[in-house]
Antibody, heavy 115, light 107 residues
Framework: EVQLVESGGGLVKPGGSLRLSCAAS????????MKWVRQAPGKGLEWVSC????????YYADSVKGRFTISRDNAKNSLYLQMNSLRAEDTAVYYC????????WGQGTTVTVSS | DIQMTQSPSAMSASVGDRVTITCRAS??????LAWFQQKPGKVPKRLIY???SLQSGVPSRFSGSGSGTEFTLTISSLQPEDFATYYC?????????FGQGTKLEIK
């Protein structure tokens, strides 16, 4: 079964850091571009970042550029999102998503930025 | 950046109705468009990819059409389980952008 499982969310103070992880299984992880998408409470979906299969290209939304870093370890079938200088507006459910057309989603991990 | 304008933002309809939701792109995106359904507290589910291809396992009452800048999602005969929020996504260029969503409610 194709599966993505996120972890690492939690409550953090403004200015703090978190590292999200996504464990992939059931498919050849190293063959797919991967993304992070987030959804603030009661709001719509927002694309956050993308990394190509070999990490040769990486893109970020303007809202997180310079603060978030996406990475992957194909040997461990894992995707990561290092989030620094967190703000209240980063509060959201963060989803790990497979490929350009976003065909497979994880269950999400909740990040809350609050003092 | 490409803006995706989705309409309507909300609508009410009855079981059995035919429903159409539209997404307009601020510039041409070929057919790099997908549609998603999200129910409250649940993970988004892809319904349509490449503008008009039905995702495996999705009922055939869902269909997508369009190319370039104008796209539609049609539900031919609404079922009770279809009441949800729908989003379009363009993945022609970065940043990828979603429409603002259409909340479909029971009349």
């Amino acid at each position: 079964e194709v599966q993505l499982v996120e972890s690492g969310g939690g409550l953090v103070k403004p200015g703090g850091s978190l590292r999200l992880s996504c464990a992939a299984s059931g498919f050849t992880f190293s063959s797919y571009d991967m993304k992070w998408v987030r959804q603030a409470p009661g709001k719509g979906l927002e694309w956050v970042s993308c990394i190509s299969s070999s990490s040769s290209y990486i893109y970020y939304a303007d809202s997180v550029k310079g603060r978030f870093t996406i990475s992957r370890d194909n040997a461990k079938n894992s995707l990561y999102l290092q989030m620094n200088s967190l703000r209240a507006e980063d509060t959201a459910v963060y989803y790990c998503v497979r490929r350009e057309g976003m065909d497979v989603w994880g269950q999400g991990t909740t990040v809350t930025v609050s003092s | 950046d490409i803006q995706m304008t989705q309409s309507p933002s909300a609508m009410s309809a009855s079981v059995g109705d035919r429903v159409t939701i539209t997404c307009r792109a601020s510039q041409g995106i070929s057919n790099f468009l997908a549609w998603f359904q999200q129910k409250p507290g649940k993970v988004p589910k892809r319904l349509i990819y490449a503008a008009s291809s039905l995702q495996s396992g999705v009922p055939s009452r869902f269909s997508g059409s369009g190319s370039g800048t104008e796209f539609t999602l049609t539900i031919s005969s609404l079922q009770p389980e279809d009441f949800a929020t729908y989003y379009c996504l363009q993945h022609n260029s970065y940043p990828h952008t979603f429409g603002q969503g259409t909340k479909l409610e029971i009349k």
